[in-house]
Nanobody, 115 residues
Framework: QVQLLESGGGLVQNGGSLRLACAAS??????MGWFRQAPGKQRELVAS??????TYADSVKGRFIISRDNAKNTLYLRMNSLKPEDTAVYYC????????????WGQGTQVTVSS
């Protein structure tokens, strides 16, 4: 069972930046992503790398950058120009099985953007 551990969340002012990291307990999979869930809202996909193809939610395009370091088994999410509406718990996820579904999840890290 793979383990994913997020870090890097915190409190930041409007317009600030944070970098989230997701350390995997074994080799990073070909499909990984960052999700977020704000209070009272559904979890949404923020950014993903699936078989080399990077995609972003429209709400974060041009501000967030997803990347990976295979040597460190770590996935990153660089978040720039943060807005109060980016406040959420951010989760790292991976596809570990033969299907397309994300089936391995981290515990989440809180990101709070003050106005």
């Amino acid at each position: 069972q793979v383990q994913l551990l997020e870090s890097g969340g915190g409190l930041v002012q409007n317009g600030g930046s944070l970098r989230l990291a997701c350390a995997a307990s074994r080799n990073i999979f070909s499909s990984m992503g960052w999700f977020r869930q704000a209070p009272g809202k559904q979890r949404e996909l923020v950014a993903s790398i699936r078989r080399g193809i990077i995609t972003y939610a429209d709400s974060v395009k041009g501000r967030f950058i997803i990347s990976r370091d295979n040597a460190k088994n770590t996935l990153y999410l660089r978040m720039n120009s943060l807005k109060p509406e980016d406040t959420a718990v951010y989760y790292c996820a991976a596809v570990t099985g033969p299907g397309p579904e994300y089936n391995a999840w981290g515990q989440g890290t809180q990101v709070t953007v003050s106005s």
